[in-house]
């Protein structure tokens, strides 16, 4: 049988629901968002797949500690896949989560530590790898398990930075596993990786590469994982056809652009209360230009130098003061890892400096809103001229996919080279250098001035690109890949 | 003729010596020290060669700009080469030297920026490069002037980060010319690149793709070069045969580590000076331990971190506190630079902390030396136990060989993995990953603790090693990589 056809077991660090009690202590599940979510449910539904989980509410550990292991039919709540919820021990979710997914591997990737000073590795950090060591093996045997409860081998898609181990640590427990392992995030290159612990840099390059497939968002990561997993001892790697041979085996590298589910979001936009949000908005902007950005607050957004390529900007183009305002849209995120924190200041403090230097009694340059904010996302991606994705590195960013297919004005995307997007939407795009805050001013000023006609060629090239690859696509380049690793095991075998 | 008979020519920022008056007006020239000068020098004399380089004092500027275009013989001065020294004009000096090269390609080849808020580039940086380009085409000129003179075709040696812009402006003028370039720093794998401006980056990498031949201290640093060349429209790789190919022509990469010169270093730790200075020295130390470090007050060295694992060390064996000493033998450097006088103050803060924390009336855990002092350093190197060497980047580190040579106790070389060296001296040292303060305290444990045998064999390993590749050999290498790439050359046109 073919994987395309096979039952499908994802896992991931969250899920795509987390449960809650409601009034009458019945359960109540609410649905996450976003491309990844809406792909791999589209998938799960069509093969009554399940979905592996970390619990995160109280209710979710309540789920997971129950006496079916954690599992939950989700029929009862409208959809036609199972769930199982993991209950990772609160003692070790932190040095797992905290410390080495966002506080380790998230910096590596994204090139985020002030290397004179930063990182330390410490007692703590062994502490903590211990731990990441313990829930990935959680997160393996709950897929050991399912493997062995189902009639047909299934296709495990296991997903991201928070469970590099599992696809190795699947492997030991049924080798004949046909696992698939997609990084979200950008990936370091092979010196800066130097910087992690041996045991964290050659235990996350072994544990992905015990996966058939290893998927990312652009051929630039592919090629930094390629290049780290070939200095190992004893893996070989064949650059010209993106493989890698380990233990006898073959690892394929991928890379499969992921999108967004456009449907909803449309849907969503269209809503009243967008609508009423986007009439709010219109009305504050009034008759100025509308530059926008919209961000978690992570140090990969760039978003001080965001701040200063405007004022540049404005430096230089003097006649566009009080004919435009920029709008930062900015979710509050990791707030428990100081370094965010710190960040957010930082963010907020160059925004003042921005407006007390430039603005006056009638005109704010900047407006900055920190909250989380979906919908006023929704109405402002309607209302944007410029909208700007300056990530100093980037998996792939869904904002710059957003934007696009939502904008009515003909809006023009500024757009980082070193986004995962920009290997797909760049030509549509004014591209910039992300640490470049003079060629992002000049790319400010070249949308602000772009002709009307090619404004909206862009933007239509733009919402035409998002749309041509839906999220299904992407599961499906995935499941065809593992698909063609079986086939090749076979040979390879023979 | 063979390339290993051809006239050479080499270029670098700084040359061989520098000029002053002297009491009655006379030239006095002071010559520089170092595996580079010399190797470079005993070459450049068998073959009665030519160094251009800057001039560099107001003796070097008078020179320059004397009426034979800088050229002096140095035979007045006992040796048999002759110099050219290049008017750099001084407004061009900062923009080239401290900002562009020190400041951009020393800081994104060792991976020294905190990128989420450095660097940022602006006006500013475009103005620098600016004085980069027009500094290395006043040297690409000078070497085609001196192609020009020459009856027989040179073979042009073009030194490090300065002058990488030489072998392309050079080949432009003289496309037959036989030209290697030599990196002696680390070098930044691609993602990490993109932080510069495509100007730059670009200009970086096709400035040196004009060489027949490139060559670096480790593999590490070749092949990050090879990825990065391969990424720039019109250039192929062959990344087995280490060959890179663009406009019709082939460069070949190499790997040539550098060594030291060991006969004069031995002939001055051998004087009277010295012998004082360790005398001193060891009276100081009584009968304790010594941990010693020698570097330059280098963003890179990783000076603070080797004082914390120190500390993690006492606390984890407090049978060690009062038996050792920690000397640091720091020289100023780049004190131009605002980061390096921040991070001086770093480096002794912090070992004011540790000594505060840990020290008491009668012993001092740590004591730090901030000045040029040469002879200082050759009188430590004889008396060491363990010398740390944990540089978070390095090309190469010669201190990691200049101790094993002089040292007289069987001294344990504590050596990070991302030091060019640690591809040479690696297994006779103990390995650290210089960001794991916890692995390098155990190191320095270790060391102590090594029983004297297993100490003596690998210091002899470490001379040996150092021993068996003179400078002379550095310099033969790459005449033998340009003959061959000379021989290539003639089959390829065919």
Redesign the interface.
């Known amino acids: 049988m073919s994987l395309l056809d096979a039952p499908l077991v994802v896992a991931s660090n969250r899920g795509p629901v987390t449960f809650e009690r409601g009034e009458r202590g019945e359960l109540v599940a609410h649905r996450g968002a976003g491309g990844l979510v809406t792909a791999l449910l589209g998938a799960l539904q069509r093969v009554d797949g399940l979905w592996v989980a970390a619990a995160i509410s109280d209710t979710d550990r309540e789920i997971a500690s129950g006496p079916d292991g954690g599992r939950r039919d989700m029929e009862a709540f409208g959809s036609d896949y199972r769930i199982r919820l993991l209950d990772v021990p609160p003692d070790r979710y932190d040095g797992y989560y905290n410390r080495i997914s966002n506080g380790v591997l998230w910096f590596v990737n994204h090139?985020?530590?002030?290397?004179?000073?930063e990182?330390?590795?410490?007692?703590e950090a062994?502490r903590a790898w211990q731990d990441y060591v313990a829930v990935n093996r959680i997160f393996a045997e709950a897929l050991a398990e399912e493997a062995e409860r189902a009639d047909v081998p299934p296709a495990f898609l296991v997903q991201d930075y928070h469970l590099t181990l599992v696809p190795r640590f699947l492997r030991e427990l049924r080798p004949d596993a046909f696992i698939a392992h997609f990084s979200h995030t950008?990936i370091?290159?092979?010196?800066?990786l130097?910087?992690?612990?041996?045991e964290i840099r050659e235990g996350m390059l072994r544990g992905m590469l015990g996966a058939d497939v290893l998927g990312f968002h652009s051929r630039?990561w592919a090629?930094?994982l390629l290049?780290s997993a070939r200095s190992l001892p004893g893996v070989r790697a064949d650059?010209a056809r993106s493989r890698l041979v380990t233990e006898g085996r073959e690892v394929l590298v991928r890379v499969h652009p992921i999108s967004i589910d456009v449907a909803p979001m449309r849907a969503a936009a269209a809503g009243a209360e967008v609508a009423e949000l986007r009439r709010t908005l219109n009305r504050w902007r009034g008759d100025q230009r509308l530059i926008l950005r919209v961000d978690r607050l992570e140090?990969t957004k760039n978003i001080?130098?965001g701040f200063?390529a405007y004022e540049?900007f404005l430096h230089a183009h003097p006649e566009w003061r009080r004919r435009v305002r920029f709008l930062a849209l900015l979710s509050p995120s990791r707030m428990d890892l100081p370094e965010y924190r710190t960040?957010g200041q930082?963010c907020l403090a160059e925004a003042e400096r921005v407006n007390r230097a430039l603005g006056d009694e009638g005109w704010q340059p900047i407006e900055v809103r920190v909250r989380d904010d979906h919908l006023g996302a929704l109405a402002a991606y309607g209302l944007y001229d410029v909208l700007l994705v300056n990530p100093?590195?980037d998996g792939m960013n869904l904002v710059a996919m957003e934007g696009p297919v939502l904008n009515r004005r003909g809006g023009v995307l500024v757009l980082s080279?070193?986004a995962g997007a920009y290997w797909r939407l760049g030509r549509h795009a004014i591209p910039v250098?992300p640490?470049?805050?003079?060629?992002t001013a000049r790319a400010i000023a070249d949308a602000l001035d772009m002709p009307r006609e090619e404004r909206l060629r862009r933007a239509r090239g733009l919402s035409r690109l998002v749309l041509s690859y839906p999220p299904e696509r992407w599961v499906r380049s995935q499941l065809e890949d593992l698909e063609r690793a079986r086939l090749r095991r076979t040979r390879w075998r023979r």
């Open positions: 090139y985020l530590w002030d290397t004179v000073r990182p330390t590795f410490a007692e062994e950008a370091a290159g092979l010196t800066y130097r910087i992690l612990p041996a630039l090629e930094n290049m650059l140090l001080v130098r200063r540049l960040y930082e100093i590195y080279r070193n250098n640490f470049d805050v003079r060629e």
